[in-house]
């Protein structure tokens, strides 16, 4: 799975767990700049994330995946031990 497909396909989760549209969601998207990203809907991100590429992340992880670059970097991180 490349890393753009990656990529897409989290903008997606992120869009519909977060009632945003797709094309406003980038690197620097996080609680502070998107205003439905709460704590449940951040649970609600992550459990989907989870389920769309059957990986499971650490609560110590879940809680550094404050933006959506470090979303990405942890999902990748976890892919990359997946596949492994």
Same mark, same amino acid.
């Given at each position: 799975?490349?890393?753009?497909?990656?990529?897409?396909? @989290?903008?997606?989760?992120?869009?519909?767990? @977060?009632?945003?549209?797709?094309?406003?969601?980038? &690197?620097?998207? &996080? &609680?502070?700049?998107?205003?439905?990203?709460?704590? @449940?809907?951040?649970?609600?991100?992550?459990?989907?994330?989870?389920?769309?590429?059957?990986?499971?992340?650490?609560?110590?992880?879940?809680?550094?995946?404050?933006?959506?670059? &470090?979303?990405?970097?942890?999902?990748?991180?976890?892919?990359?031990?997946?596949?492994?």
């Amino acid at each position: 799975m490349s890393i753009k497909e990656i990529d897409n396909r @989290l903008k997606k989760i992120l869009s519909t767990e @977060l009632l945003v549209n797709k094309k406003k969601i980038n &690197s620097n998207s &996080s &609680s502070k700049n998107i205003a439905n990203w709460d704590s @449940l809907r951040h649970m609600s991100v992550i459990n989907a994330i989870e389920s769309e590429f059957s990986i499971y992340f650490e609560n110590e992880d879940i809680v550094e995946m404050s933006n959506f670059d &470090s979303i990405k970097n942890k999902t990748i991180k976890y892919l990359k031990r997946k596949n492994k």
